[in-house]
Nanobody, 115 residues
């Protein structure tokens, strides 16, 4: 049984930082790209960042220069370092992995940026 478990969300002031983690069990992630998505209230879920199996990252324009995605295959975990957070970054953040013929999501972790 594959599980993706996000953690690290919380309440932070504008300009602050958070580090999200996505720990995967039931499969080995080293061969697959991993992704972070987010969904704000009343909005669609959108891609925030992705990282290939070789470690090449991609970012949404809205987070370039502020967010960094990374992976630790030894820990079967993906991270999202979020700096210079803005109120518009408030959302539930989800981890995703898409091995062939499957599509796995975590349960999400809430990030709230507010003073």
């Amino acid at each position: 049984q594959v599980q993706l478990v996000e953690s690290g969300g919380g309440l932070v002031q504008p300009g602050g930082s958070l580090r999200l983690s996505c720990e995967v069990s039931g499969m080995i992630i080293s061969s697959y790209a991993m992704y972070w998505y987010r969904q704000a209230p009343g909005k669609l879920r959108v891609l925030v960042a992705g990282i290939s199996s070789s470690g090449k990252p991609i970012y949404a324009d809205s987070v370039k220069g502020r967010f960094t995605i990374s992976r630790d295959n030894a820990k079967n975990t993906v991270y999202l370092q979020m700096n210079s957070l803005k109120p518009e970054d408030t959302a539930v953040y989800y981890c995703r992995c898409i091995p062939p013929e499957y599509d796995y999501w975590g349960q999400g972790t809430q990030v709230t940026v507010s003073s």
